[in-house]
C-alpha cells in the first residue's frame, strides 16, 4: 500500500480544468514519487511481463484502464461506500474491472491473452491499483481521481517499458519482435553476430535494469529514502 | 453514519447485482467472439506442424480458416486405431473440439486421440501429412505439440510445441523455429519397424545429422528436453495402432494398383 496519504483543498472558485494542482497530480508520479522507482510498488508485474516489448504495452495499457476506471468509479461512490467493508468494495470494483480487461483480450487479442496469461488476472493484486484507491480516490472529485490514476499508471507504464526495452534488445536482439541485432549484423557483413545476454530474459536481468533506472533517476533528482 | 448492519448489507448486496450483471453480460457478448479466437488459435498450430511459421504469420484470420478448410480433414480414433464416430453420450465428436489435456487424465485406453490430415487442396484422398497432437509435462507446467508425419507415416514432416509456463530462454526456447527444425526429417521407426521416437539429448551443439533418431538439446534445459521426449514417445507408442493400420492400407492399395 501507499505510503503516502493526500489531502487537498478543493478551492471555492471554480478551478482551472488543468489547473497546476491538476497538472501536479499527472506528473508528480511520472518521476517524482514514481510508484515502481520510489515507492516501489507493482514489482512482481514489472519483473514478470518484460521480457518483450509488446506484451509490456499490453500490460501497460490494461493496467492504466484498471486503475483510471477504478480511480472514478470509487470516487464516485465514496460518499456511499461504508468505511467497515470499503477495501472489500474496492477489490469488487478493480477485480471486476481486471475480469471485463482479460476478457476483452481474449476475445480481441487471443494471442495476448496467452502470453499474458495469469499477469493480466494478477492486476488486481498490483498495490498501485488498490494504493491510489485508498490514499486518493476515497477523499477527492472523480475528475482529480481520473487525474491521480492517469498519473500513477503513466509512473509505472513508462518503467516497465523502459525495462522491457532493454531485455528485449539485449536479451532477444530485437524490439517490439524487429530484429535489431540482426540487421546491425548485417550491416558489417557474413562474419559478424552480436551475442544476445540470456541473463536479460530472466527476472535476474529485470532487477538489474530496474536497479539501474533507479540509479539514474536518484542521482538526477537528489532523491534520498530516510 | 453509514455504519449501520442493514445498510452494509443492502450496500453489499446491490454492488454484487450489479458488478455480476456486468461480468455475465459481458461474458455474454464476448464470448463469441472468443470461441473464434480460440478455434484459430488451435488451427493456426495445427498447420503450424507443416507451413511455414513466418508465411503463417503473414496470413490473415480468414484465410487461416479457409485454408484449414480446404487443406486439412480429421478423425478421432480410440487406442486400437479405430475411428470413433460419437462420443459415449451420443454426440458426434469433432477432432478440433477434443480436448487432448482433458483426455490426458484419463487412461490410455479410454482417451479419444485426434489425427489431422493435410491433404491436396480439396482431395482428400491425396494425402500429403498426418498430424497428431501430442501432450506432457514440461519442468514447472504442460507442454503440448503437434507432430507432422510425411506419408511413409515413419519421417517427421515438421513439428510444433507450445508450453505453458517453461522458464523463458531455456525450456520455452521449444516453441523457437530453430529448435523445432532440427526434428525435421528424423524418423519414429527404425529399420525392424519398432517404434524408436527421436530424442532430445543432453547438452546443445552436437552434430545428430546422422542419427534418425536424435536431434540436438538445449543447454539449460534438460528436464523440459526430456518431458518432450517423454511426450512424443508416449504419443507415438498410442498413435502406434493407427499408424500401422494406416501402414497395412496403403500396402494393399499398391498391390491393388500393380
Given at each position: 500500500?501507499?505510503?503516502?496519504?493526500?489531502?487537498?483543498?478543493?478551492?471555492?472558485?471554480?478551478?482551472?480544468l488543468?489547473?497546476?494542482?491538476?497538472?501536479?497530480?499527472?506528473?508528480?508520479?511520472?518521476?517524482?514519487?514514481?510508484?515502481?522507482?520510489?515507492?516501489?510498488?507493482?514489482?512482481?508485474?514489472?519483473?514478470?511481463?518484460?521480457?518483450?516489448?509488446?506484451?509490456?504495452?499490453?500490460?501497460?495499457?490494461?493496467?492504466?484502464?484498471?486503475?483510471?476506471?477504478?480511480?472514478?468509479?470509487?470516487?464516485?461512490?465514496?460518499?456511499?461506500?461504508?468505511?467497515?467493508?470499503?477495501?472489500?468494495?474496492?477489490?469488487?470494483?478493480?477485480?471486476?474491472?481486471?475480469?471485463?480487461v482479460?476478457?476483452?483480450?481474449?476475445?480481441?487479442?487471443?494471442?495476448?491473452?496467452?502470453?499474458?496469461s495469469?499477469?493480466?488476472?494478477?492486476?488486481?493484486t498490483n498495490?498501485?491499483?488498490?494504493?491510489?484507491?485508498?490514499?486518493?480516490?476515497?477523499?477527492?472529485?472523480?475528475?482529480?481521481?481520473?487525474?491521480d490514476?492517469?498519473?500513477?499508471?503513466?509512473?509505472?507504464?513508462?518503467?516497465?517499458?523502459?525495462?522491457?526495452?532493454?531485455?528485449?534488445?539485449?536479451?532477444?536482439?530485437?524490439?517490439?519482435?524487429?530484429?535489431?541485432?540482426?540487421?546491425?549484423?548485417?550491416?558489417?557483413?557474413?562474419?559478424?553476430?552480436?551475442?544476445?545476454?540470456?541473463?536479460?530474459v530472466t527476472?535476474?536481468?529485470?532487477?538489474?535494469?530496474?536497479?539501474?533506472?533507479?540509479?539514474?533517476q536518484?542521482?538526477?533528482?537528489?532523491?534520498?529514502?530516510? | 453514519?453509514?455504519?449501520?448492519?442493514?445498510y452494509?448489507?443492502?450496500?453489499?448486496?446491490?454492488?454484487?447485482?450489479?458488478?455480476?450483471l456486468?461480468?455475465s453480460?459481458?461474458?455474454?457478448?464476448?464470448?463469441?467472439?472468443q470461441?473464434?479466437?480460440?478455434?484459430?488459435?488451435?488451427?493456426?498450430?495445427?498447420?503450424?506442424?507443416?507451413?511455414?511459421?513466418?508465411?503463417?504469420?503473414?496470413m490473415?484470420?480468414?484465410?487461416?480458416?479457409?485454408?484449414?478448410?480446404?487443406?486439412?480433414?480429421?478423425?478421432?480414433?480410440?487406442?486400437?486405431?479405430?475411428?470413433?464416430?460419437?462420443?459415449?453420450?451420443?454426440?458426434p465428436?469433432?477432432?478440433?473440439?477434443?480436448?487432448?489435456?482433458?483426455?490426458?487424465?484419463?487412461?490410455?485406453?479410454?482417451?479419444?486421440y485426434?489425427?489431422?490430415?493435410?491433404?491436396?487442396?480439396?482431395?482428400?484422398?491425396?494425402?500429403?501429412?498426418?498430424?497428431?497432437?501430442?501432450?506432457?509435462?514440461?519442468?514447472?507446467?504442460?507442454?503440448?505439440?503437434?507432430v507432422?508425419?510425411?506419408?511413409?507415416?515413419?519421417?517427421?514432416?515438421?513439428?510444433?510445441?507450445?508450453?505453458?509456463?517453461?522458464?523463458?530462454?531455456?525450456?520455452?526456447?521449444?516453441?523457437?523455429?530453430?529448435?523445432?527444425?532440427?526434428?525435421?526429417?528424423?524418423?519414429?521407426?527404425?529399420?525392424?519397424?519398432?517404434?524408436?521416437?527421436?530424442?532430445?539429448?543432453?547438452?546443445?551443439g552436437?552434430?545428430?545429422?546422422?542419427?534418425l533418431?536424435?536431434?540436438d538439446?538445449?543447454?539449460?534445459?534438460?528436464?523440459?528436453?526430456?518431458?518432450?521426449?517423454?511426450?512424443?514417445?508416449?504419443?507415438?507408442?498410442?498413435?502406434?495402432?493407427?499408424?500401422?493400420s494406416?501402414?497395412?492400407?496403403?500396402?494393399?492399395?499398391?498391390?491393388?494398383?500393380?
Amino acid at each position: 500500500m501507499s505510503t503516502e496519504t493526500t489531502a487537498i483543498e478543493v478551492k471555492k472558485p471554480a478551478e482551472a480544468l488543468l489547473s497546476k494542482r491538476r497538472k501536479g497530480l499527472v506528473t508528480d508520479p511520472l518521476v517524482d514519487s514514481n510508484p515502481v522507482t520510489i515507492q516501489v510498488l507493482g514489482i512482481c508485474s514489472a519483473l514478470a511481463v518484460t521480457t518483450q516489448m509488446q506484451p509490456t504495452l499490453i500490460m501497460a495499457i490494461s493496467v492504466t484502464f484498471v486503475v483510471v476506471m477504478s480511480n472514478i468509479v470509487i470516487s464516485l461512490m465514496r460518499n456511499t461506500i461504508p468505511t467497515r467493508v470499503r477495501i472489500i468494495v474496492q477489490l469488487a470494483v478493480v477485480a471486476t474491472l481486471v475480469t471485463l480487461v482479460s476478457e476483452l483480450l481474449k476475445a480481441f487479442a487471443y494471442d495476448m491473452y496467452k502470453e499474458l496469461s495469469v499477469f493480466v488476472g494478477l492486476i488486481i493484486t498490483n498495490c498501485i491499483v488498490m494504493g491510489r484507491l485508498e490514499a486518493f480516490a476515497l477523499g477527492n472529485k472523480p475528475y482529480d481521481s481520473m487525474l491521480d490514476g492517469l498519473g500513477s499508471s503513466l509512473g509505472y507504464s513508462w518503467i516497465i517499458l523502459a525495462v522491457a526495452f532493454f531485455r528485449e534488445l539485449f536479451g532477444s536482439g530485437s524490439i517490439f519482435g524487429i530484429k535489431i541485432f540482426d540487421a546491425i549484423a548485417g550491416l558489417f557483413g557474413e562474419d559478424f553476430s552480436l551475442a544476445t545476454n540470456g541473463l536479460m530474459v530472466t527476472p535476474v536481468g529485470a532487477f538489474i535494469i530496474l536497479g539501474l533506472i533507479i540509479w539514474v533517476q536518484r542521482t538526477k533528482t537528489g532523491y534520498v529514502e530516510h | 453514519m453509514q455504519q449501520s448492519n442493514t445498510y452494509i448489507i443492502t450496500f453489499s448486496a446491490i454492488l454484487t447485482i450489479i458488478l455480476g450483471l456486468l461480468l455475465s453480460g459481458s461474458s455474454q457478448i464476448l464470448g463469441p467472439l472468443q470461441r473464434k479466437a480460440e478455434e484459430l488459435d488451435t488451427k493456426k498450430q495445427i498447420l503450424g506442424a507443416v507451413v511455414d511459421g513466418d508465411q503463417l504469420g503473414k496470413m490473415k484470420p480468414e484465410e487461416v480458416l479457409s485454408f484449414y478448410e480446404s487443406r486439412i480433414s480429421s478423425k478421432v480414433v480410440d487406442i486400437e486405431g479405430k475411428v470413433i464416430e460419437t462420443a459415449p453420450d451420443g454426440s458426434p465428436v469433432v477432432a478440433e473440439k477434443v480436448n487432448v489435456g482433458k483426455n490426458y487424465k484419463m487412461a490410455p485406453e479410454n482417451r479419444m486421440y485426434p489425427i489431422f490430415i493435410y491433404h491436396a487442396e480439396g482431395n482428400p484422398e491425396s494425402v500429403e501429412s498426418y498430424i497428431l497432437p501430442v501432450y506432457g509435462a514440461g519442468l514447472w507446467d504442460e507442454i503440448w505439440g503437434y507432430v507432422a508425419l510425411q506419408t511413409d507415416l515413419s519421417t517427421i514432416e515438421g513439428v510444433t510445441f507450445a508450453h505453458k509456463a517453461e522458464t523463458p530462454g531455456l525450456g520455452a526456447r521449444i516453441t523457437s523455429s530453430d529448435v523445432q527444425e532440427r526434428y525435421q526429417g528424423k524418423k519414429i521407426f527404425d529399420e525392424s519397424g519398432k517404434i524408436q521416437s527421436v530424442y532430445m539429448q543432453k547438452g546443445e551443439g552436437k552434430d545428430y545429422e546422422s542419427d534418425l533418431h536424435k536431434v540436438d538439446g538445449m543447454s539449460g534445459a534438460t528436464i523440459t528436453a526430456n518431458g518432450v521426449n517423454k511426450m512424443l514417445k508416449n504419443y507415438l507408442e498410442y498413435y502406434s495402432a493407427f499408424l500401422s493400420s494406416q501402414k497395412a492400407g496403403q500396402q494393399t492399395e499398391v498391390v491393388a494398383v500393380n
